[in-house]
């Protein structure tokens, strides 16, 4: 396993760790309130990036594959910093970016808060291995695993643990220390 995506044990390689510690560092850097949404999506896709690093995906993994990241749309349109993210590494893996709700597998699915269909495409992935994220308020009470919040100016997230576990997925001990809170 050399890309570092998965790891056998809970805790990621040191290097994984400073990687993740510098990614998270950087976006939890206070911001502005009235920043720019180009920023502000820019900001949420490197923290959804850096997450994917520290997934516990299930047997068999293709560390080789192409990560797949579905988006949902609001109004029918990718957000073009989340559309500039295809083709990017994240670790081993290049980065396919996928509109959400297409007939391929997805291993990542961000749903921007008034999204369409959020509901469905997040039932859609209940029980499957796909790492879903949102930053709609109460997104981890609907079943969601990775809620983006913005708490004084600093982007920060919270995690479903149970929602993770009933994928197949885990996420390393190191992520779960960065996380502003934990529910199981």
């Known amino acids: ?30 911001q502005s309130a009235s920043a720019q949404a180009g920023s ?15 997934v516990q995906w299930p047997a068999p993994f293709a560390a080789d594959q192409p990560l797949a990241l579905c988006v949902a749309t609001r109004r029918g349109e990718v957000d073009p910093v989340f559309a500039a993210a295809d083709g990017q590494s994240v670790g081993a893996r290049r980065v396919r970016l996928l509109k959400a ?23 859609a992935q209940a029980q499957r291995p796909v790492l879903t994220v949102s930053d709609a308020d109460g997104f981890l009470t609907r079943g969601g695993m990775v809620e983006l ?34 529910q199981d």
């Not at 100016?153 to 001990?173: E, I, P």
Request: some cysteine; aromatic content about 2%.
């Open 101 to 123: 709700g297409g007939s391929e597998a997805c291993d990542l699915l961000y749903l921007p808060s008034g999204a369409d269909q959020a509901a469905a495409l997040l039932r």
């Open 1 to 30: 396993m050399s890309s570092g995506l998965r790891h056998p044990h809970p805790c990621a390689p040191r290097r994984g760790l400073a990687l993740l510690l510098a990614a998270l560092a950087a976006l939890c850097l206070a």
């Open 149 to 182: 919040v913005l708490v004084n100016d600093a982007l920060r997230f919270d995690v479903n643990q149970t929602a993770l576990r009933s994928a197949r997925l885990g996420l390393s001990s190191q992520a779960l220390r960065l996380a502003r809170h934990v």
């Open 40 to 54: 502000e999506a820019a900001l949420k896709l490197r923290l959804v990036l850096a997450l994917s690093r520290f």
